[in-house]
Structures are given as structure tokens and as C-alpha cells.
């Protein structure tokens, strides 16, 4: 275990692929235990923690669908009882349909609703009861919060509420030591991002930050690794825009 890791357990949300399970080696090798949630991807989240226990790390997989506030409510009951409590929370599970707001049927809405926002209530609650005291919250947010492209309308309204509850939990906060921010990742080379996007699409988004590229799993999970980890400590309620500056 690495010593200057303040924190011992984090439970990371939708960490079975893409940014998520990047997020999750990084913590693992900044010394972090890692909790691997994953809705479906059983085999994708074993193959990670195996790979995390491979290279000397401690991981746990653990299934729920962020949207069941009893799942939830269990997940945290099953990292209590493997390693004693959570001392950080990474909520990264999310989903992302888009059409334009006029074309976008209730099911558009309301899955995205109930995981990306109502997903993300349900882990806070769940912390703010029970994390450990000097533990970090990071919630993953997204750069479209600012963009407002078109066809973005309900998955940039879920995030932007994610964004706010960051704020205002961060006052709740007041008297454990628990900071909580938000990461907001510009266009990221992940599945989510690509599938369905014709190439010329993609590379025009490439170009559109001034660093000329898209950005990378890594390049998330290294400013979620700041938040979490000792040089973060003074940074409390805040949006951190990782995108390259596109924005």
C-alpha cells in the first residue's frame, strides 16, 4: 500500500470499461483498494480486477444498477463488509442518447434520467451516510455542460444536475473533511463516445480542443486520481473541466 494514500477504499461506479475502469487502475496503482462496480459487464469487471491483483493491487467487483437505490444501498453494504468502509466515492456510471429535445421519446429521458442523475443520488445519499470521515467524493459530469451542442439537451441536463448537487453537497459536507467535486471530461476516445460516429465526425471533434486531439481514459483518470489523493485536499466543491480546452 502506498503510504502517501490518504484514503484506503474507492468504490468506483460503472468502472467495468472506458473511463471508468481506467479510473480505476489508476487508483489501485496510486495504492487505493478498489471496488469495481458494474451494472452487466460481469466478465469485463473480473478481467479488470484480475488484471488490478496481477500488477499488486486489491480489487473487488461488485454488481448493481446505480438507478436501484436498494442495489446501491447493498454495494456499500458488501464494500463495508470486505474492507471495513469506503473512504471514496468516483461516480462515473452513465449513459448518453442523444436527439433533438423535440425528437427525444420518454424512454431517452427517463433512462438517462434514472442513471445519470437519479443513479448519481443514490451513491451520494449512500455516502453522506456512510463514507468515512477525510474520504473525497469525485462525480463525473461532462464538458457538454457549456457546449450545449444540439441533441445533447437531456443527457446535458442530467449532468448539469450532478454538477449542482456537487455544489450544494459540498456545504452539507461542512464539519467531516469530506470534499466533493466533479470532473467534467471533453470528447474521450471511449466507446461511449465513438460508436455510432462517422470518422470525419470524429476527427473534426478531435481538432476542436487547442491541444488538438481527443482525450484519452487516462488523461480523465489522472485528474480524478488529484481529487482523490493528498495534492487534492484543498480543492472542495468545484467543476474541473478536463477536456483539453476545448471549452
Not at 50 to 72: F, H, K, M, W
Not at 230 to 237: E, L, T, V
Amino acid at each position: 500500500m502506498n503510504n502517501k494514500t490518504q484514503h484506503t477504499v474507492a468504490l468506483v461506479t460503472g468502472a467495468s470499461r472506458g473511463i471508468g475502469a481506467a479510473i480505476a487502475q489508476r487508483l489501485a496503482r496510486d495504492g487505493f483498494t478498489v471496488v469495481i462496480n458494474y451494472a452487466g459487464s460481469a466478465a469485463e469487471a473480473e478481467a479488470l480486477a484480475n488484471r488490478i491483483e496481477a500488477a499488486g493491487g486489491r480489487a473487488l467487483t461488485a454488481q448493481a444498477d446505480v438507478a436501484d437505490s436498494a442495489a446501491v444501498a447493498r454495494m456499500f453494504d458488501a464494500a463495508e463488509a470486505a474492507f471495513g468502509g469506503v473512504d471514496v466515492l468516483v461516480n462515473n456510471a452513465g449513459i448518453m442518447k442523444l436527439a433533438p429535445l423535440a425528437e427525444s421519446d420518454d424512454a431517452l429521458f427517463d433512462r438517462q434520467v434514472a442513471i445519470n442523475l437519479k443513479g448519481s443520488f443514490n451513491t451520494l445519499r449512500e455516502a453522506g451516510r456512510r463514507l468515512r470521515n477525510g474520504g473525497r467524493i469525485v462525480n463525473l459530469s461532462s464538458s457538454v455542460v457549456g457546449l450545449y451542442q444540439p441533441g445533447y439537451a437531456v443527457y446535458a441536463a442530467t449532468k448539469a444536475g450532478v454538477e449542482a448537487m456537487t455544489h450544494v453537497m459540498a456545504k452539507e459536507l461542512r464539519g467531516r473533511n469530506i470534499t466533493i467535486n466533479t470532473v467534467a471530461p471533453g470528447p474521450t476516445a471511449t466507446a461511449l463516445f465513438l460508436d455510432g460516429k462517422p470518422q470525419e465526425v470524429v476527427e473534426r471533434l478531435a481538432k476542436l480542443a487547442p491541444l488538438e486531439r481527443l482525450g484519452q481514459p487516462e488523461d480523465i483518470a489522472a485528474a480524478v486520481a488529484f481529487l482523490a489523493g493528498p495534492d487534492g485536499a484543498w480543492i472542495n466543491g468545484q467543476t474541473l473541466r478536463a477536456n483539453g480546452g476545448i471549452i
